[in-house]
DNA sequence: ATTGCAATCTACTAATGAGTAATATATAAT
DNA sequence: ATTATATATTACTCATTAGTAGATTGCAAT
């Protein structure tokens, strides 16, 4: 037989429902940094998105710093996760690449996604900065290496690991910055397009 | 004869100070808005850079998001030359983008130039963005015409001219977030290997 | 001389917004 | 019953900063 539902909630329940609401304020904030820039979105407004008053983003995550920084580190987390599966697949280094760089794209216009891209350094404290920057590095070094695995096999061609790291990672911000998911061109569509043609130019030939 | 050095000014001379005076401003803040973004830089401090007060700003420049939209507008001015003296270059298609591209960057990695890409479209009033969006299109429109041109002429392989000119301006814009000029490598070099990295994926096979 | 204009300052205002203190309520634990 | 803990509020403080008013100085033209 089911337990009846009860309005009395266990610890497990009330630890998920902190997750939640933890959560969707993570959400509203990152939401807003995006639109209108970390220093030009005050925690009263993100508290007023949800209906609630500011001291209650104090009691779920402490400053506004730290509000930042825990968007950037749910980002971060994800491209990180989406190297690491990219990496695990079987196929060929351009296989694996391109489907990182897929991934890559959704993460990037999604809104923690966005977040890590539209943020400058200068929003954090030195000591965050230095934090975000290891994070950083972890998700080039992944790419990095998907690009010479790639070489070595022979599936793409020769060209500086480095360099084009660098270069692929722009051309994955750039749409950051100006595409929308609702706009004419879907997610899927535009992602293929964009990976298809920076695959092109990594080819063999 | 010389006339003697005078320490009385002619009109022109005044004008020419004036305008001395104006770019210094739009300079000091283009370099304050890069280190700190727009809203944590204050015009004080960036009046204080130069060892003047802030109504001097106001005298020279108006309130503070028309000194942000004079900076903006100096860098895409620049890249609009630069697509313009590009096109009008002899050689291949790919020749000229390739003259472009290397500019593109050099601008890129430049006060004003980096101030338009660090800048994002939220940080003005809606006028302001639609003014900046007609002149962002512009250069994309000019890039644009560079890669179609060189399609036509066979130098550049079939690719979606939409596509490419977006993934090209995201793999150039990227510098302008961490290249310091001051580094190990310096700028031409590292103009040098970014582009002639794009301009591999782009040549005819 | 006087009037006007350009450049610059000091000293304000008015608004905004980060962060906190004190408080209230409800539930859970003893 | 009582005490502790988690959630959330109202109502502040304090610092910052955009923008302005008004004064000052000096040069230039009349």
Redesign the pocket.
Known sequence: MEKARS?????LQ?QE??EE?RMALLHAAAVMFNAQGF?????????ASL??????I???L??????LFECLTIGLDQLFAAADKARAEIGTGMDRLRIFLTNYFFINIDDFGRCVILSGDDTLSPEGVKNLRAMKRRVDTALRALIIEGIDDGSITAVDPKITAFTLAGAMAWPARWYSKTGPTPPDAMAAQIVDSLMTGLAPR
């Open positions: 309005p009395f909630k266990t610890a009330k429902e902190r609401k220093h030009a979105t005050s925690l009263d407004d993100v508290a209906g609630i008053s500011k001291p209650t104090y009691h779920y402490g400053n506004k710093e730290q509000v």
